[in-house]
Each structure stands twice: as C-alpha cells, then as structure tokens.
C-alpha cells in the first residue's frame, strides 16, 4: 500500500510503497549530476525495502519540511537525524544510527583559536548555526549564553563566515568539506579541534502507532545489516564513517588531522 500523502500506514503482510526523505546531506542522501539518488542512506535503505518486498522513492526538501513531514505522517522515513531527547518525542528511531559526523567549529584562518574545547571564551564571539540542526547536549546547554546566529541553509552559514559577518560557524564535516571546496574557500577557512561532540546519524520514523510494525520490521532487517558488516561496507563505499564504538579513537585522531593554523 503506498504511503504519499494522507495516506494510511502499511498493513501487516503487504508489500509497502514506502517515502523516505531528507535534505541533500553529502554522501549521506543526495543526486548527482545526473539526478540519480545516492549517498549512504539510499544504499541502505533499498537494501533493505528489497528484503523487506517493499519499494522505496525518494524526495528532497529543507530539513526543517523534511523532519515535519514524517512527524505528521506525510512520509514515512526520515533519512539522517541526529538523536535528541526533543526528537525522540517526534520520531521512531532505529535501534543502531547509520553513520557519525564530527561536529565542529570553522573560523578563517587568519584569526586566534579561540576554542579549545571551553564555550565560556565563545560568549564574546558571533556563531552561525544552521536552523533545524542539532549539536549535542553541551552545545544546548551552552546555547543561551552564546551570540547565535541562525543561517537557513549551510552555504550561507560559511559565506557569512568567510566575510567577516560571525567569527564561527558550528557544523559537521562531512558536510562540509565538499561545499568549502566548491565554494573555494578552502584556503580561508578551518575547521578547530577538539571536536565539539560526535553525533550518529539515524532512520526515523513517525511515532504514530500505525507506523510500529514498519518500524520493528526495518529495525530487525537493520540490525542485521549492522551485525553482518554490510553497513560498514556500504559506509567504506561511500566514504562515510561508521560508528565502530571506538569514538575515543576518533577523537584523539583530530589533532592530528586539524592542526592550529
């Protein structure tokens, strides 16, 4: 039974048409050049709507739609979310995230470090944050003394950076490094260690009882891609990094990778 607009939820043992969503997030879910879809979350969920006999479309709109739409039952999966204890209130999460994304600040690279880790000294400096985005409990926290300012979309968040316009742009990597590159401003702006936080990406589904069965199938098909090794297959692919439960790893490899200007 296909799931568009206003439709019902799919019933116990029919093949479902399902909708996932999302915005374009690079190698995550995306279209290239030539309109096909691709990134991490397409791979995986067509495996998975295949084993499941289901078939999967896909649509692309602004993050904010994206999230209200499966929170209203519109689409069914939303591809890529953080976790947060406001979103779990919105979503079904999958039991196992997909992907991880370091979450950082940029600066140009010509100004003083002011971060090493503290958000105290950043009350004084202008932060760009994307709307809708989240950037993990200690950020929250620190949020109301901070100088924020938010950007609809990341591309105005780093061109704003770029002009003098705020003094950091809190974002991820991933999503950032292709953008900086085709923008061309690699060479005036970096990324700061430490991290800021580490976040896994999720499928999310609506919280409607309607929805459980499809959520619990896909949640035992998931976790057996993850046990398998398929995931991290499917990650290496596509160059997208995995979580592993080695994040202490992961976060000491930053100083050797983003060196202080």
Known sequence: MALALGASAPQQGYAAELVAVGATFSHIFERDANGQWQGLGVDALRALAARAGDTVSFKLYPWPRAQAMV?????DILIGPYKSPERAARFSFLDHAFYRDRMVFYMR????QPWHGDFAPLKARRIATVRGWHYGTQFDQARAQLEI?????????????????????????????????????????V????????LDGYFAFPRDAKYATLRDRYNVLFTEMVRSGELARLGARN?????????????????????SP
Do not use: W
């Open 239 to 259: 160059g997208v990094l995995v979580p592993s439960g080695d994040g202490a790893a992961r976060t000491s490899a930053c100083a050797d990778k983003h060196k």
């Open 109 to 112: 690279r010509e100004d003083d």
């Open 71 to 75: 929170e209203r039952g519109q689409a």
């Open 149 to 189: 300012s938010e950007v609809s979309q990341l591309e105005n968040g780093l061109q704003m950076l770029a002009r003098g316009r705020v003094d950091l742009l809190a974002t991820n990597e991933r999503n950032s490094t292709s953008l900086i590159d085709s923008l061309r401003l690699a060479d005036a702006l």
């Open 191 to 198: 990324p700061l260690c430490p991290d800021i936080t580490q």
